[in-house]
């Protein structure tokens, strides 16, 4: 989830009682399209669009006659220096569309909570009071080890908010590394359309950077507390399976899962080689896209276009949101490559779902989307590729045993390209705080068919990549006091004729007391 941001307030309130000054004195008073396997189904409305389970589509390749050997390597699960991370292997679960989640302990005695992955926020939350969505909550007054902060913090994200008391407790993470600390934990309290009727999940670990950190950059996130207290290296990495995972093992009522390996990488889960972009700025994880594809086409734009205002790798968000521009373009791109079936305007907004009949959806009709992400070497870029596997997304609850549905998970967004699960399905995703990258390599489980696989392949040459960032106009706060001290002499000066026409009528009402003033005034009373 991408958490939003704030400025000062102070600022703002002199702003606005400038700006206001200024307005109050210059103003006066008062399916035709003929598709004939699809079926179009309109979205049902709800608290979120995003709640729908996930059915595997009987026409993928799951990439069977590889299982074994694959099965064989994640039960190893050895990584580089010979580190065992073999109890981290399969520690996530999740629903499609409603994120990934890992079970933690917190307190003292434990109070085991599932709690949602989420790399686009800085906060450690938990559910600390009852809710209709919640099956479990974390009491605070059972807890032995917790301390109150005696702080209130509010957190929005692009959808849903929460609000709750700062504490903190001893944390644990059970399929994780074998350590225990004392992180902050925001207890909720309040929430709106936060939570997820059926998602399982109870909380949310924010596993981005301070400088996002709610009520302010002071707050220790937790994988800063948890470096700064154990032995655990500064990086962690991502395998988000979607409709993989199910293949081979149980979810229970989970249909989704992958891995999260806390403090490294593990070379089962990934195949060919692990391609690093520069983490641009800490904060969320900011990364520069140099250029996108839809099936080998560029779509010839600015590269800043990509990168307005940010671009972010967000475990938290679904879908792969796009600048408005970028949007526009792509889905034209997307509609021309696949333009041997017509789709209603309302399946590229997200708003209809189109579904075939169970097995044959006509994968090999959508193209291939593809992001050049600026590498570690100066101007190059290496490319990542997904699938129509991964930017379709299953959506099980409004279809039949004898139906696949789809809902189309590249969305626009006003707050720059969101990478979400959609792109982070398809690789083997390790967050390099140390060396402050982002590494990229080919999911052994991600979802296929028989003709084509995501892929990170590299080098490609380009010059001044750097630019490609974008740069948010930066004023400093002295600018900035100047603006508001003329803004307030402007709204002064249109304040004096006002105060002269005063002074003026005080002055002959005083000259003429039983004259005409007297009766105008007596008719205001």
């Known amino acids: 989830m991408e958490a939003s941001m704030a400025r000062p307030r102070w600022l703002t309130a002199l702003f606005v009682w400038t700006t206001l000054c200024l307005i109050s004195s210059g103003q006066s008073a008062p399916d035709a399209s003929g598709l004939p396997l699809a079926i179009r189904v309109p979205l049902r409305q709800g608290a979120r669009a995003e709640q729908s389970p996930q059915r595997p589509p009987a026409a993928v390749n799951r990439e069977r006659g590889d299982a074994g050997k ?10 580089a220096g010979g580190v065992s991370f073999v109890d981290m292997i399969d520690n996530l679960r999740g629903k499609s569309g409603q994120g990934y989640y890992v079970e933690m302990a917190v307190g003292s005695p434990p109070q085991k909570l599932n709690i949602l992955v989420d790399t686009g926020s800085s906060n450690f939350a938990v559910g600390a009071a009852a809710h209709p969505f919640l099956r479990r909550y974390y009491h605070r007054s059972l807890s032995n080890s917790y301390r109150d902060q005696g702080r209130s913090v509010y957190v929005p994200y692009t959808q849903g908010r929460w609000e709750g008391e700062l504490g903190t407790d ?13 992180a902050n934990i925001a207890a909720i309290t309040q929430s709106d359309r936060f939570f997820i009727n059926g998602s399982n999940w109870e909380g949310i670990l924010g596993l981005a950077y301070a400088d996002i950190a709610r009520p302010d950059e002071t707050l220790e996130p937790f994988f800063d507390s948890l470096v700064r207290q154990t032995p655990v290296p500064n990086l962690f990495s991502l395998q988000l399976c979607g409709a993989g995972f199910t293949q081979n093992y149980s979810l229970g009522s989970a249909t989704v899962g992958g891995s999260m390996i806390i403090g490294g990488v593990d070379p089962s889960l990934y195949v060919g080689e692990l391609w690093y972009t520069p983490i641009r700025r800490e904060w969320y994880y900011e990364v520069i896209i140099v250029r996108i594809e839809v099936n080998g086409q560029d779509l010839n734009m600015d590269c800043k276009e990509y990168n307005y205002d940010k671009s972010i790798v967000d475990s938290g968000t679904t879908n792969l949101r796009l600048p408005r521009k970028v949007f526009q373009a792509a889905v034209k791109a997307i509609e021309a490559a696949s333009s041997t079936e017509q789709f209603p305007s309302g399946f590229w907004l997200g708003e209809q779902l189109v579904c075939w009949q169970a097995g044959t959806t006509p994968w090999h009709i959508f193209p291939v989307i593809s992001l050049y992400l600026m590498s570690e070497t100066h101007n190059q870029s290496f490319r990542i590729s997904i699938l129509p596997q991964q930017y379709l997304r299953p959506v099980e609850d409004v279809a039949s045993a004898q139906e696949d549905c789809y809902k189309f998970a590249v969305s626009q967004s006003s707050t720059g390209t969101v990478m979400g699960a959609v ?10 705080r140390e060396k402050k990258r982002i590494g990229f390599a080919v999911s052994t489980c991600h979802v296929h068919d028989e003709f084509r696989t995501a892929s990170v392949e590299g080098p490609f040459h380009g010059v001044d990549l750097d630019d490609c960032g974008y ?4 004023t400093d706060e002295s600018t900035l006091m100047t603006i508001a001290y003329i803004m307030a002499g402007i709204c002064a000066l249109f304040m004096l004729p006002l105060c002269l026409m005063v002074c003026q009528w005080r002055f002959a009402r005083c000259l003429h007391p039983n004259g005409d003033f007297a009766d105008d005034i007596s008719l205001l009373k």
């Open 70 to 79: 694959y099965r064989a390597r994640r039960r190893r699960g050895a990584a």
């Open 170 to 182: 001893l944390v644990s993470v059970p399929h994780g590394p074998n350590a225990t600390l004392r």
């Open 423 to 432: 792109i982070m399905e398809g690789f083997y995703v390790v967050f390099d």
């Open 471 to 474: 740069n948010i106009p930066q």
